[in-house]
């Protein structure tokens, strides 16, 4: 099987360009964000304290979380409910990168992660997809853009989904994501030694496209 892992931080454009790309390519699109937020989603439901918890197994122990493809889109679900749209909150943003630094939560998530790869040909997106969850995949990108770039394309496209949401907050969220991702002690967010960086900040979403694909094509050539 081939495998392609995408990581970068919030808002470099990775989902839209991840999916896009795994179109052209017919390939498997697999959000691994998607999952952590859906855990996010049951710990707020739960009023789970992540800071203080003592006892993960029982938080996690009656959660499924499952992912389904409708239509090439992928859906995830928190036990059985389609939850896909209810996880795309700032306030479920701020919570899976909280929870996503537990081990607890990492553990739950990594062999399901590796599963999909070994099912299909994937292309994966995340934080440590190319560092801890796909050490061998077949090519690696770190796609990356300023944090301004970044926010302010967030800012857009929490816009265009009718929410109500000031740049600064998104620009500040981003700023405390980055830091909590990059700094946490398990599978920080850091570009795999042998990834090729791809940084979009000067470039349309059009041309990051044309970019991504030709240097995921020149690195499977090499492979
Ligand atoms: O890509 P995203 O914004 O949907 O991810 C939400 C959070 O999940 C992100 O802040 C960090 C965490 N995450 C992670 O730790 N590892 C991944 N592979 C994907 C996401």
């Excluded at 099987?1 to 390519?25: F, N, Q, T």
């Excluded at 964000?33 to 800071?51: F, K, N």
């Excluded at 979009?200 to 030709?214: N, P």
Aim: net charge negative; aromatic share 6%; with cysteine.
């Amino acid at each position: 099987m081939i495998s392609i892992a995408i990581d970068g931080p919030a808002g470099a454009g990775k989902s839209s360009l991840a999916r896009a790309a795994a179109r052209e390519l017919g390939f498997c699109y697999v959000d691994t964000g998607a999952l952590y937020r859906t855990i996010a989603l049951h710990l707020l439901r739960q009023q789970v304290d992540v800071e203080q918890c003592a006892d993960w197994d029982a938080v996690l122990k009656d959660l499924k979380v499952s992912i389904g493809f409708v239509d090439g889109t992928q859906h995830v679900y928190l036990n059985g409910e389609d939850v896909s749209e209810l996880i795309r909150t700032p306030e479920v943003s701020m919570m899976a990168s909280a929870s996503s630094a537990k081990p607890p939560v990492r553990a739950f998530l990594l062999e399901m992660q590796r599963q999909l790869s070994r099912e299909q040909n994937v292309l994966m997106d995340g934080r440590d997809i190319g560092t801890v969850v796909l050490p061998d995949a077949t090519v690696k990108i770190f796609l990356t853009a300023s944090p301004q770039v970044r926010a302010k394309r967030r800012y857009q496209e929490l816009i265009e989904k009718g929410q109500q949401v000031s740049y600064e907050d998104v620009y500040n969220d981003l700023i405390q994501r980055d830091y909590q991702d990059s700094h946490r002690e398990i599978a920080p967010l850091k570009p795999a030694e042998d990834s090729a960086i791809v940084d979009t900040s000067d470039l349309s979403l059009e041309d990051s496209l044309a970019l991504l694909l030709k240097t995921i094509r020149e690195r499977m050539d090499r492979a």
